[in-house]
């Protein structure tokens, strides 16, 4: 079994930096993908941003220059630095990861799933 813990976030002021960390544990293999969702109040989950074990990645175009996702493979663990944070990038923001080394975006996709930490950006 998998086990994602989510931590890291917090209250900040816009244009305030957080980075958000997910610790994966359990089962490990040497491919993997994690990424970050994150959801609203009252909308819709959304993807963030994605990397695979040997550093592919993606980012969704509304943080992409402001949020950096990266990985530290020999502790398991991915981080989300968000700069420049902005109100509407206030969530509930979810780590998940999926077997293989394809970078994606779709939630169906990814098999675990963190408890979520929230994000709150005040103007």
């Known amino acids: 079994q998998v086990q994602l813990a989510d931590t890291g976030g917090g209250l900040v002021q816009a244009r305030g930096s957080l980075r958000p960390s997910c610790a994966h544990s359990g089962r490990t293999f040497t491919s993997y993908v994690m990424g970050w969702f994150r959801q609203a109040l009252g909308k819709e989950r959304e993807f963030v941003a994605a990397?695979?074990?040997?550093?592919?990645?993606t980012v969704v175009e509304s943080v992409k220059g402001r949020f950096t996702i990266s990985t530290d493979n020999a502790k398991n663990t991915m981080y989300l630095q968000m700069n420049r944070l902005k109100p509407e990038d206030t969530a509930v923001y979810y780590c998940?990861?999926?077997?293989?080394?394809?970078?994606?975006?779709?939630?169906?996709?990814?098999?675990?799933w963190g408890q979520g930490t929230q994000v709150t950006v005040s103007s």
């Open positions: 990397i695979s074990r040997n550093g592919d990645n």
């Open positions: 998940a990861s999926r077997w293989g080394m394809t970078v994606t975006q779709s939630q169906s996709d990814y098999d675990y």
